[in-house]
């Protein structure tokens, strides 16, 4: 332990984020020379939209040391395979995200290289018969993924839908017994400290004072800390994600149970459905600047695949992030430091994020400079990675139908995502740089499915033998459809793994 380590931490909220936080306190963190106590009001409510995740979160749980039976139980949740996204670049066009890896590369050059060079071959066909998440998801199955590289099921990758309520509630339960201290009570002033004007203390509306070394601002939208009492500026990013508002309204469960996330795209924005065991999750992420609200709700509950269980429930948010994520002895995570709609399942992935960062970073007292500024940093590159993910499927659209399609078809976007499509459309040229978090399959799969297929493809392709490449291909193929239709259903297997008295499945994010 460092000289003079933190001693007292307080998260501000729970929800989500809060409790994430709270349960890696508590694996990580509870030494019984340290305080974690988390304050929150059963008067406020929670936004609790994040119910499809991204693999990454399979890490996360498995460093909580959560069996994944016991959770999947826990929170209602079903396996994610992926995206379906309809409508998106073309009305009656559809295509699908997959995740995990795609075919595989020959001489160091990446598969989707090869594809493009022979995809007019007899044979060939569609890029996503390569991925054996995609043909999984077409034919309502799963299984887990394999660590024999010959075996197609190696490239397999997967996350979870889950009932957002449910996880924090899940997640609760095991920090309280990790040594978390829970309490109840509204927020009614925070105290500065008078030297430094960090955070001393937030008081409740009952008087009690709750002093911390280190606060975790998990306090949603209103930013409690990191916005209204340090005041750090927030950065506006509707110019380029110009939704600001969503409906949510839960349906009876879909059978067969899909293991992917489907959004379609709508006049003013798009709709998504999540499927859990216990129920479906719907909701319509909507421009109020292309609609209003009794129209988006028409819309919506006109294109349900079931009846609603309850009133559509109406959120209003603000996309963008705080200039910086940490600031003094205060670090914002979730809604508190930023928001990007759900398009691509990253709202958990961005607490799972802070808290790693964090954790890797966590402070002693007096808090470094270095330790905010090189968190800030990271952060920083996650937030605008995502950004411009989520940006180059409306940028992609053919749509020019409604307003709102033909306004974000044709906006200026950052140039570190123009910078991007460019060499794309040249060669097909992809690259992940840094730590960011989408990979190539994932950017390919949205180019090529909004329609941009690149002139030519990587000229070094040209000095592999194409009899042997094509051969390889075509084999690639072959294996990826024999083996997705071996796989059980999807609902099967989730009854499969209910029904172990602890998870054994491999458990690897990718």
């Known amino acids: 332990m460092t000289a003079n380590p933190i001693r007292r931490l307080l998260i501000v909220g729970g929800g989500t984020a809060g409790w994430m936080m709270a349960a890696a306190a508590a694996r990580f963190l509870a030494d019984g020379q340290r305080s974690i106590t988390l304050v929150e009001s059963d008067a406020i409510g929670t936004v609790g939209v994040g119910e499809a995740t991204i693999p990454p979160i399979l890490g996360f749980n498995r460093l909580l040391g959560i069996d994944e039976a016991e959770f999947l139980r826990a929170t209602g949740g079903s396996f994610k395979l992926g995206i379906e996204f309809v409508g998106w670049g073309t009305e009656r066009g559809r295509y699908f995200h997959p995740f995990g890896t795609l075919g595989r590369s020959f001489e160091g050059l990446?598969?989707?290289?090869?594809?493009?060079?022979?995809?007019?071959?007899?044979?060939?066909?569609?890029?996503?018969?390569?991925?054996?998440?995609?043909?999984?998801?077409?034919?309502?199955?799963?299984?887990?993924?394999?660590?024999?590289?010959?075996?197609?099921?190696?490239?397999?990758?997967?996350?979870?839908?889950?009932?957002?309520?449910?996880?924090?509630?899940?997640?609760?339960?095991r920090a309280e017994a990790g040594g978390v201290t829970r309490v109840e009570g509204r927020i009614a002033a925070v105290e500065h400290d008078l030297i430094d004007g960090s955070v001393a203390s937030v008081r409740l509306e009952d008087g009690r004072e709750l002093a911390a070394d280190l606060f975790v601002d998990c306090s949603g939208f209103r930013s409690l800390l990191l916005g209204e009492a340090l005041s750090v500026p927030w950065e506006d990013?509707?110019?380029?994600?110009?939704?600001?508002?969503?409906?949510?309204?839960?349906?009876?469960?879909?059978?067969?149970?899909?293991?992917?996330?489907r959004s379609t795209a709508r006049a003013a924005g798009w709709q998504w459905r999540i499927p859990l065991q216990h129920r479906t999750g719907n909701g319509y992420v909507y421009s109020s600047g292309f609609t209003d609200d009794c129209e988006a709700e028409r819309l919506l509950l006109a294109h349900l695949d079931g009846a609603p269980l309850d009133a559509p429930r109406l959120l209003r948010f603000a996309t963008g992030r705080r200039a910086r994520q940490w600031e003094k002895n205060v670090v914002a995570l979730g809604l508190a430091g930023g928001f990007l709609e759900p398009l691509e399942s990253t709202s958990i992935h961005l607490i799972q994020e802070g808290i790693s960062k964090l954790m890797a970073l966590f402070p002693g007292r007096p808090i470094a400079a270095?330790?905010?500024?090189?968190?800030?940093?990271?952060?920083?590159?996650?937030?605008?990675?995502?950004?411009?993910?989520?940006?180059?499927?409306?940028?992609?659209?053919?749509?020019?139908?409604?307003?709102?399609?033909?306004?974000?078809?044709?906006?200026?976007?950052?140039?570190?995502?123009?910078?991007?499509?460019?060499?794309?459309?040249?060669?097909?040229?992809?690259?992940?740089?840094?730590?960011?978090?989408?990979?190539?399959?994932?950017?390919?799969?949205?180019?090529?499915?909004?329609?941009?297929?690149?002139?030519?493809?990587?000229?070094?392709?040209?000095?592999?033998?194409?009899?042997?490449?094509?051969?390889?291909?075509?084999?690639?193929?072959?294996?990826?459809?024999?083996?997705?239709?071996?796989?059980?259903?999807?609902?099967?297997?989730?009854?499969a793994l209910a029904a172990l008295p602890a998870s054994r499945w491999p458990i690897a994010p990718r």
């Open 110 to 173: 990446s598969f989707h290289q090869i594809w493009l060079k022979l995809r007019e071959k007899a044979g060939v066909g569609d890029i996503a018969d390569y991925s054996i998440a995609a043909l999984a998801a077409a034919q309502g199955r799963f299984a887990p993924p394999v660590s024999d590289p010959r075996s197609p099921l190696s490239g397999l990758a997967y996350a979870y839908h889950f009932d957002a309520g449910r996880y924090a509630a899940f997640l609760r339960a």
């Open 237 to 261: 990013w509707s110019h380029w994600l110009p939704c600001d508002r969503a409906l949510a309204v839960p349906t009876a469960r879909v059978d067969p149970l899909p293991p992917f996330t």
């Open 370 to 495: 270095v330790e905010r500024d090189t968190y800030n940093r990271m952060m920083d590159a996650a937030y605008v990675g995502v950004r411009d993910f989520i940006i180059l499927h409306y940028h992609l659209t053919q749509r020019r139908d409604s307003a709102f399609w033909r306004h974000v078809g044709s906006m200026d976007i950052p140039d570190t995502l123009q910078a991007k499509i460019t060499l794309f459309r040249e060669k097909g040229r992809l690259f992940r740089y840094d730590d960011e978090l989408f990979s190539i399959p994932s950017w390919l799969a949205v180019m090529l499915g909004q329609g941009v297929m690149p002139e030519g493809y990587d000229p070094v392709v040209d000095a592999l033998a194409e009899d042997r490449l094509l051969t390889a291909v075509l084999d690639t193929r072959r294996a990826n459809l024999a083996a997705a239709r071996a796989m059980p259903d999807h609902a099967q297997a989730l009854a």
